[in-house]
């Protein structure tokens, strides 16, 4: 249950496929007060049909000047973010950015340093932090020592973002947040067809002599994303809201836990549990930093 105090006021930007899940859940918990977007007509029609009391407004500016709106939601292309987030901070908004937070370590950490001076909450959308299954996974951890975790990724779209702020962001994040910073990174293999890069394997040695692989394939005929974590005991495979274990003895998979939740729902929660907090995190903000700095020495 949320404390939630006087309820903040919310606008959205952006309310394309990500965007309307976001205007979904959060107005089960919040109020969503204005929303803007390019001005695809469908989009807005649904907005209209489902969400009546919201209003539309194709200038985000009207956003960031109302100041009834305590905070931004910015669900848009990657190469805005920065702009938007800019914006809505000088705007003395707090802000929830889909990841990732910015496209360049410089531009990220300026605004943290902007979200800092004015205790202003921001917060970046990592879907898969907030996923429960990665809480049992932290949880196995603890009492069995993870050696080795393969990530793989196959889908086919989203040719028009850089596929590693896009795709390769969500591992990071992962990983980052279950061992920290990687000791070396390394690009194996990358290849375009349809993009620059659009299949892509990277191997990562971590601290204590864990290692990982990640493999993002995004001209995939079919959709799969599991991550197989390897303990000198087990195999586990966490594949979407299931987490499996090997039987040694009959040797197949048996499912151990399942998420009740979405991680969007939690996601959401989290935001507005912090959004509500008089001293505001940056834990969020910083992962996302982390993860961009990463990307950067690839590169």
Known sequence: VIKMGKMKK???????NWGKNLVRDVSKISCVKKCSSRG??????????????????SDSKEIFADKEIDAVIIATPINTHYNLVKKALLSKKHVFVEKPISSTLSKAEELIKIAKKNNLLLFVGQIFIFNEILKKIVQISKRENITYVNFVWNKFGTFDEDIFLDLVSHDLSIILTLFGKPKKIKLVSAFGLISKCDIVTLTLELPNNKKCQIHVNRCSNHKQKHV??????NIYVWDDHRLYKNNKKSSSFRLVFESRHTPLEIECKEFIKKLNETNKSFESANLAKDVIQVIQKLK
Request: hydrophobic fraction near 30%.
């Open 40 to 57: 695809d007509s469908k989009n807005i029609s649904w907005l209209k049909k489902n969400y009546p009391s919201i209003q539309y407004t």
């Open 10 to 16: 919310l606008g959205i930007i952006g309310i394309g």
């Open 228 to 233: 197989t974590i390897f303990t000198q005991k």
